[in-house]
Nanobody
Framework: QVQLVESGGGLVQAGGSLRLSCAASGGTFSSYNMAWFRQAPGKERESVAAVSSAYRTYYTDSVKGRFTISRDNAKNTVYLQMNSLEPEDTAVYSC????????????????WGQGTQVTVSS
C-alpha cells in the first residue's frame, strides 16, 4: 500500500510560480510511474504531467514550457514546478502512482493523494 501526500499549493498571482511536492511512503517508489492530475470546478479530471520509473516524461499541451515534473527517488518524492501560472491553471492538483503501464489515464493509477488547491488570481 502506497500513501501519497501533496503539499505546496496556494494562492498566487498570474505569472507567478509554485512548486508542488508529493511524498510517497509504503512502497518501492523508484518502481512507480508517477503523475500529476488536476480538476477544476465543473470540469473533468485531466492529466497535467507524468514521469515514468525510467524518467520518461509527458506534459499536456497547455502546460508545455511552463511546468516541469521531476522525481527524486532518494527522497521518495515527485515534484511539479509550475511557472508562468495562469488563472486557467486553478484547480485541485493530485498526484498518483501506478506500477502499471506509463499512461495519462486516471483510471490506470491505483494510488492517489488527497490533493492540494492551486488558485491563480488575475
Amino acid at each position: 500500500q502506497v500513501q501519497l501526500v501533496e503539499s505546496g499549493g496556494g494562492l498566487v498571482q498570474a505569472g507567478g510560480s509554485l512548486r508542488l511536492s508529493c511524498a510517497a511512503s509504503g512502497g518501492t517508489f523508484s518502481s512507480y510511474n508517477m503523475a500529476w492530475f488536476r480538476q477544476a470546478p465543473g470540469k473533468e479530471r485531466e492529466s497535467v504531467a507524468a514521469v515514468s520509473s525510467a524518467y520518461r516524461t509527458y506534459y499536456t499541451d497547455s502546460v508545455k514550457g511552463r511546468f516541469t515534473i521531476s522525481r527524486d527517488n532518494a527522497k521518495n518524492t515527485v515534484y511539479l514546478q509550475m511557472n508562468s501560472l495562469e488563472p486557467e491553471d486553478t484547480a485541485v492538483y493530485s498526484c498518483a502512482a501506478t506500477l502499471g503501464p506509463f499512461t495519462t489515464i486516471p483510471g490506470t493509477y491505483r494510488y492517489w493523494g488527497q490533493g492540494t488547491q492551486v488558485t491563480v488570481s488575475s
